[in-house]
């Protein structure tokens, strides 16, 4: 196989990798779509991307004999994305509670004369406005993003690991923060006990740098018990 036929190759199934990635957010979301009618208003809700759908706060939450938790987290959401669905993953809920982390897929290589930082920044305050306007008696928490390690053998072959970093991750925090403050949400940064002494997310929970396992969760659940 030549050069340009590998590459040719390489694209084609990229390609379809996103297509059926796509498909997937899709049925995802008009799944929530049709679990919203049953669903109870005013209630606690979690929302945002891979790493807000993978937290097993429902199992949590009962465990431990506290409110319905529901979990709107769709995995690969932008702020694009959550703002396009903003309605079927956050809205239509009417939550007393809201817990929000969106914003870390925007940390990734962008278009040429485009700005990872510029256009999350943009999008986070739309939706900060949004909730504002249409859920004024919510109680708002917006979590802190969380660290990555860069080392693991996986992320290495990610190239999107090459702006995802820890530092960009910190600026993105402190811009999120600003935006808390300046809304009157509540910050919270539950970082505590997922990172090693390099300040990376710990080896042993995750295999990809970016997600963590059940037990990294737990650490986070204990971090934001109070709140609940």
Same mark, same amino acid.
């Given at each position: 196989?030549?050069?340009?036929?590998?590459?040719?190759?390489?694209?084609?199934?990229?390609?379809?990798?996103?297509?059926?990635?796509?498909?997937?957010?899709?049925?995802?979301?008009?799944?929530?779509?049709?679990?919203?009618?049953?669903?109870?208003?005013?209630?606690?809700?979690?929302?945002?991307?891979?790493?807000?759908?993978?937290?097993?706060?429902?199992?949590?939450?009962?465990?431990?004999?506290?409110?319905?938790?529901?979990?709107?987290?769709?995995?690969?959401?932008?702020?694009?994305?959550?703002?396009?669905?903003?309605?079927?993953?956050?809205?239509?809920?009417?939550?007393?509670?809201?817990?929000?982390?969106?914003?870390?897929?925007?940390?990734?290589?962008?278009?040429?004369?485009? $700005?990872?930082?510029?256009?999350?920044? %943009?999008? =986070?305050?739309?939706?900060? /406005?949004? &909730? #504002?306007?249409? @859920?004024?008696?919510?109680?708002?928490?917006?979590?802190?993003?969380?660290?990555?390690?860069?080392?693991?053998?996986?992320?290495?072959?990610?190239?999107?690991?090459?702006?995802?970093?820890?530092?960009?991750?910190?600026?993105?925090?402190?811009?999120?923060?600003?935006?808390?403050?300046?809304?009157?949400?509540?910050?919270?940064?539950?970082?505590?006990?997922?990172?090693?002494?390099?300040?990376?997310?710990?080896?042993?929970?995750?295999? $990809?740098?970016?997600?963590?396992?059940? %037990?990294? =969760?737990?650490?986070?659940? /204990?971090? &934001? #018990?109070?709140? @609940?």
């Amino acid at each position: 196989m030549d050069e340009q036929t590998l590459r040719e190759t390489r694209q084609q199934i990229m390609e379809a990798f996103i297509e059926r990635f796509n498909r997937e957010k899709q049925h995802k979301l008009l799944n929530y779509r049709h679990l919203n009618a049953y669903a109870r208003k005013g209630q606690t809700l979690f929302t945002g991307s891979s790493l807000m759908e993978q937290f097993p706060i429902t199992e949590f939450c009962m465990n431990e004999g506290l409110p319905i938790a529901y979990n709107r987290g769709i995995g690969g959401y932008t702020t694009d994305d959550f703002l396009a669905a903003i309605g079927d993953v956050l809205l239509d809920l009417r939550p007393a509670k809201l817990f929000i982390n969106i914003g870390t897929n925007d940390i990734r290589p962008m278009p040429e004369g485009e $700005d990872w930082f510029a256009h999350l920044s %943009a999008n =986070y305050k739309r939706i900060c /406005e949004i &909730i #504002r306007d249409q @859920l004024p008696e919510t109680i708002v928490y917006m979590m802190a993003y969380y660290p990555v390690n860069g080392d693991v053998p996986a992320a290495k072959e990610n190239p999107v690991m090459q702006v995802r970093t820890n530092g960009n991750i910190d600026r993105a925090n402190r811009m999120a923060e600003a935006l808390a403050a300046e809304f009157g949400f509540r910050w919270i940064d539950a970082n505590d006990g997922l990172r090693d002494e390099a300040g990376r997310l710990r080896a042993e929970h995750t295999g $990809d740098g970016i997600h963590f396992d059940a %037990a990294a =969760y737990r650490t986070v659940f /204990e971090r &934001i #018990r109070p709140y @609940l």
